[in-house]
């Protein structure tokens, strides 16, 4: 063939361009041709994605939604049979690995450590047979907008590339502070299409800032509770005990995410802790399916970073493939034990606290002084690149601080489509209430109740203290019934029970209770609080007991009409009152489900 084309007059760079060097070049990432120091725009990253879906029968590439500034949410899809859908990749057996890259668009290593891994598996036919059994799902960036504020001043502790996105979407959000919530337009699309998946594994990939250490990339990943005890020995026996030492064989030691008990001294201890559903890794373990966080290290330069990126996932497929019987029973059974009854028998845990326990580790850290700043007057933590590696303790284990104890229904009145809205994007199923009817339930009453004075997230979060009571309530026609024998169980429970962590009622989806809306004349109630004094001696006699005893409110008139307006028919039931009902009774569920 080469001498043929020699013979008919092409000349030797022509050659060398179909057959050489020039060619295998052209499937070269952005990211190796800039030398391994850039990493491309949106438009050419979704080129490349789909250049790799024409090339190779086994990538399909598609979008999942649209961002406020109107870009697609791109996805590629890779499968050794070429198949694009849940049900028939649910079908074929396969696992499903869903990569995530750019959610903090900073932090993009992951997006040229996927490329260039799906572009080696799937071109190259490098590790092709380890995509026997896996599936995989990456989104080369998932905050769009926020990846095309580029700039080489968006990351100040960070080491390359040299220019790269921001770390929020356009309109702000957090999107990893956003996974219960699911306010913006990116994570609604992102659960949708999570929950059509439902993938057995999930990889969240960031760069980390924080003190300085060896480690090139660290990783998170649930074994405190949020899982079930199957699904955490298989991370504890399997999953880890395969992974860590082919890391090392490639030079990267892999370490637990670096939190120090003290802000940037390694001595005085790693802290972990439980990771709440507004972040990604904590939101899947909820979904009973393993979320690793991967951090790689802000000074490691960009081509370290991405290639230790690039083996920690290479390794988890590679034991993903190896175990994929094993890790889809797993999952299944977590699924059907958290549908069933025995799981609602025992209470549920909506907050940890870290025990006073630790474990002692070894860690590869630099030598490091503590100064006073004649700049700032405050402590200067200085590292130098001297190696040194301590014995410290790691505070990981946690035990239950707020347990609840589970019903067999939330019901929601129709009203609360903010709340409903939300529900349904987790892939919760419902009934339908047919007919106004009045329901025994159990709810909540609030007080002290405080809001933040900053926003966060574009809320004013809430802290409460509440009391449970049980009540008949009617609920309209078309209220929302939550049954809770499904596999979003503790979803649910995590959206519903104002004391979870992300619970929509401490986000704020549920102020409009807090406020009183009809209104007393105080000259109107002048009258008839004397009614009420003269009809009702109990209530003279507390009246008489609050005035001696309470002095502010002796001496306020506001607050005297106030107390009658509460204690007259004319205050409203509702105020403080928590919307969502408890079914406990499973007869009464039935009852409004048959
Ligand atoms: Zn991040």
């Known amino acids: 063939m080469l001498r043929f084309r020699i013979v008919f007059g092409l000349g030797f760079l022509a050659i060398n361009f179909l057959f050489g060097q020039q060619a295998s070049s052209d499937w070269q990432t952005y990211y190796e041709k800039s030398n391994f120091k850039a990493t491309p725009r949106y438009t050419e990253t979704v080129e490349f994605c789909k250049r790799l879906a024409d090339a190779s029968p086994m990538v399909t590439y598609t979008t999942f939604g649209t961002s406020p500034q109107g870009r697609d949410l791109p996805l590629l899809i890779v499968d050794k049979n070429g198949n694009a859908t849940a049900g028939q990749v649910r079908r074929s057996s396969n696992v499903v690995f869903l990569i995530q890259a750019g959610i903090h668009s900073g932090e993009i290593d992951g ?26 799902l990456f989104m ?21 590339p040299e220019e790269m996105g921001w770390r929020v979407t356009a309109q702000n959000y957090n999107l990893n502070r956003d996974y219960l919530k699911a306010d ?144 889809r029973d797993l999952i299944s059974a977590a699924d059907i034990h958290i549908a069933s009854e025995k799981f609602r028998t025992n ?40 190696t040194v590696t301590w014995k410290i303790p790691f505070f990981n284990k946690f035990e239950s601080d707020i347990q609840v104890k589970l019903p067999e229904a939330y019901i929601i009145p129709v009203e609360w489509t903010q709340v409903i809205e939300r529900i349904k994007l987790h892939g919760i199923d419902y009934k339908i209430l047919r007919e106004d009817k009045k329901i025994k339930v159990a709810s909540y009453t609030f007080s002290n109740e405080k809001w933040s004075a900053r926003p966060y997230e574009n809320h004013h979060t809430l802290t409460f203290d509440m009391t449970e009571k049980e009540e008949e309530r009617t609920f309209p026609k078309g209220s929302y019934i939550i049954p809770m024998n499904q596999q979003t169980a ?97 007869t009464v569920l039935d009852q409004i489900t048959k």
């Not at 949020?226 to 892999?254: H, N, R």
């Not at 209104?519 to 609050?546: C, G, H, N, Q, W």
């Not at 005035?547 to 409203?572: G, L, N, Q």
């Open 111 to 136: 997006k040229d450590a996927g490329l260039t891994l799906i572009r080696d598996m799937v071109i190259y036919g490098k590790n092709k047979d380890l995509l026997d059994h896996v599936t995989l």
């Open 490 to 586: 503790k979803v649910i429970a995590n959206i519903l029970e104002p004391r979870a962590r992300d619970s929509f009622f401490f986000w704020g989806f549920f102020d409009s209770i807090f406020e009183v809306k009809e209104y007393v004349e105080d000259y109107v109630m002048e009258d008839y609080a004397r009614f009420m004094l003269s009809s009702d001696a109990d209530l003279k006699k507390e009246f008489e007991t609050k005035m001696a005893a309470d002095s502010a409110f002796a001496k306020s008139p506001k607050k005297i009409i106030r107390w009658f307006y509460e204690r007259s028919p004319y205050w409203d039931k509702r105020i403080n009152t928590y919307p969502v009902g408890k079914i406990f009774d499973k």
């Open 140 to 160: 080369p960036i998932f905050s769009v907008d926020g990846h095309e504020r580029f700039s080489a001043y968006n990351r100040f502790n960070q080491n390359g």
């Open 184 to 327: 913006s337009p990116e994570m609604q699309a992102w659960l949708k299409l999570y929950n059509k998946w439902l993938p057995e594994f999930f990889a969240d990939c960031h760069v980390t800032d924080g003190a300085d250490y060896q480690y090139a990339i660290t990783y998170k990943i649930d074994q405190y509770g949020l899982l079930e005890k199957p699904v955490i020995d298989w991370i504890g026996q399997s999953y880890l005990p395969t992974v860590k030492p082919a890391m090392e064989e490639v030079g990267f030691p892999l370490q637990e995410y670096i939190s120090f008990k003290k802000a940037h001294d390694p001595k005085s201890g790693m802290s972990s802790w439980v990771t709440p559903p507004r972040l990604s890794d904590g939101y899947v373990a909820i979904q009973n399916r393993p979320g690793l966080l991967i951090e790689t290290h802000m000074f490691k330069d960009y081509k370290t970073r991405v290639s230790a990126t690039y083996a920690l996932l290479l390794n988890t497929i590679k034991v993903l493939n190896r175990d994929y019987t094993k890790l």
């Open 347 to 386: 209470p549920f845990t909506l907050k940890y606290k870290a025990s006073a326990d630790s474990s002692w580790i070894n860690f590869a850290g630099y030598s490091y002084s503590k100064e006073k700043s004649d700049l700032t007057g405050g402590d200067w933590y200085r590292y130098t690149k001297d």
